[in-house]
T-cell receptor
Framework: GAGVSQSPSNKVTEKGKDVELRCDPI?????LYWYRQSLGQGLEFLIY????????KSGLPSDRFSAERTGGSVSTLTIQRTQQEDSAVYLC??????????????FGSGTRLTVV | DAKTTQPNSMESNEEEPVHLPCNHS???????IHWYRQLPSQGPEYVIH???SNVNNRMASLAIAEDRKSSTLILHRATLRDAAVYYC????????????FGTGTRLTVIP
């Protein structure tokens, strides 16, 4: 597609349920990033994938969060046993490659997650 | 990551130029300076980036100080669509795996 696609655009879930958020990056982009943004706050880095390398998981806030990227393309962010503090907009971005100083990021419109 | 300092907010009249400053005094010699903006209810979008020389594109101009410790994003004629949060992000071209988004500058454009 022309841009980064995220689904669903909105998700309301009950506390304690698991959720899966999907990101379709731009075709040919080897790097994929997940961020989250709580209401009125800046972006918080979660995880980063580059090609077949091991992902950089340094930003994941707890072991309830995990992500995978299949075939170097689509990525799924999974949150287990959701808590109210997980409510945020989850943003996915892709870029042509690593070396953030050279390649710009293209962001999706995000998934707004609300845990009730 | 280099620390950045940006004003929390700025205002501009429509159709006037806007100069958005950023201080990044701890920037390293290999860091590019990126600018992104985030319109309401959208993900951030790339605006411009540069290393040492001033840069121009269809969206904006980037003026980089000679010592590289500060930069200024210039919107030549602000429109209502330019109302957004603007992020200045130094990024190591050699090894950083992600861009660090601070709190940015919220630009309000007054009709």
């Amino acid at each position: 597609g022309a841009g980064v696609s995220q689904s669903p655009s909105n998700k309301v879930t009950e506390k304690g349920k698991d959720v899966e958020l999907r990101c379709d990056p731009i075709s040919g982009h080897t790097a994929l990033y997940w961020y989250r943004q709580s209401l009125g706050q800046g972006l918080e880095f979660l995880i980063y994938f580059q090609g077949n390398s091991a992902p950089d998981k340094s930003g994941l806030p707890s072991d309830r969060f995990s992500a995978e990227r299949t075939g170097g393309s689509v990525s799924t962010l999974t949150i287990q046993r959701t808590q109210q503090e997980d409510s945020a907009v989850y943003l996915c971005a892709s870029s042509l490659g690593v070396r953030g100083g050279l390649y710009g990021y293209t962001f999706g419109s995000g998934t707004r997650l609300t845990v009730v | 990551d280099a620390k950045t300092t940006q004003p929390n907010s700025m205002e501009s009249n429509e159709e006037e130029p806007v100069h958005l400053p950023c201080n990044h005094s701890t920037i390293s010699g290999t860091d590019y300076i990126h600018w992104y903006r985030q319109l309401p209810s959208q993900g951030p979008e790339y605006v411009i980036h540069g290393l040492t020389s001033n840069v121009n594109n269809r969206m904006a101009s980037l003026a980089i100080a000679e010592d590289r410790k500060s930069s200024t994003l210039i919107l030549h004629r602000a429109t209502l669509r330019d109302a957004a949060v603007y992020y200045c992000i130094p990024s190591d071209q050699t090894g950083a795996n992600n861009l660090f988004f601070g709190t940015g500058t919220r630009l309000t454009v007054i009709p």
